[in-house]
């Protein structure tokens, strides 16, 4: 399967933990997108990397979200200090722009769940 | 600021009957626009996609959409719905002048529910 993954698939944790999630990007797609989905809603812009470069944070939603992506190629989204708000689907995107052509490829989601 | 509109939350289509769901967008420059499906616990599927060209797009499982400019809309449709086509189905612009890193803005979504 060459499309994009994402680690764990669902992710059950109490309020307070800090909680961690991967991505793996097609590969040789030079851009990287988190979103959030919660439910009965679209998703929800929160960062993105070109390569190892995060270009765009000012949408994430608190300080307590963090983002890396070190080396160019997977991805990890980290939300510390949990709250029961952050419930939601977080899915990842890759893409390889070509010019200003570009088509953002989804991954299945980690599903959080926090108690 | 860049945004979608998908004013139905249901479609409801008996099979084989041609189906449309519906998209209105607004942005300050040209758009991109997007349509994904998504099945249960399952991630965004890219469906088609209207950059610059003819107005009809043809995408994936025989759907297309029709992008028209002076009403802002970029509607989905497909000649023949099957039960399989039952999804959760996400419109989504970029304005191509956006400087905010390419981000997708998407629809609330449209749940088709495709009828035996």
């Known amino acids: 399967d060459t499309g994009v993954s994402q680690n764990p698939r669902h992710k059950i944790t109490k309020r307070g933990q800090n909680v961690t999630f991967r991505c793996d990007p097609i590969?040789?797609?030079?851009?990287l997108y988190w979103y959030r989905q919660t439910l009965g809603q679209g998703p929800e812009f929160l960062t993105y990397?070109?390569?190892?470069?995060?270009?765009?944070k000012s949408r994430l939603l608190s300080d307590r979200f963090s983002a890396e992506r070190p080396k160019g190629s997977f991805s990890t989204l980290e939300i510390q200090r949990t709250e029961q708000g952050d419930s939601a689907m977080y899915l990842c995107?890759?893409?390889?722009?070509?010019?200003?052509?570009?088509?953002?490829?989804f991954g299945p989601g980690t599903r959080l769940l926090v108690l | 600021a860049q945004s979608v509109a998908q004013p139905e939350d249901q479609v409801n289509v008996a099979e084989g009957n041609p189906l449309t769901v519906k998209c209105t967008y607004s942005v300050s420059g040209n758009p991109y626009l997007f349509w994904y499906v998504q099945y249960p616990n399952r991630g965004l599927q890219f469906l088609l996609k209207y950059i610059t060209g003819d107005n009809l797009v043809k995408g994936s499982y025989g759907f297309e959409a029709e992008f028209n400019k002076s009403q802002t809309s970029f509607h989905l449709k497909k000649p023949s719905a099957l039960v399989s086509d039952s999804a959760l189905y996400f419109c989504a612009v970029r304005d191509m002048n956006n400087n905010a890193g390419n981000m997708l803005t998407f629809g609330g979504g449209t749940r088709l529910m495709v009828k035996p």
């Open positions: 995107a890759s893409s390889l722009v070509i010019g200003t052509k570009e088509t953002q490829y």
């Open positions: 590969s040789e797609h030079n851009r």
């Open positions: 990397f070109q390569n190892e470069a995060q270009l765009e």
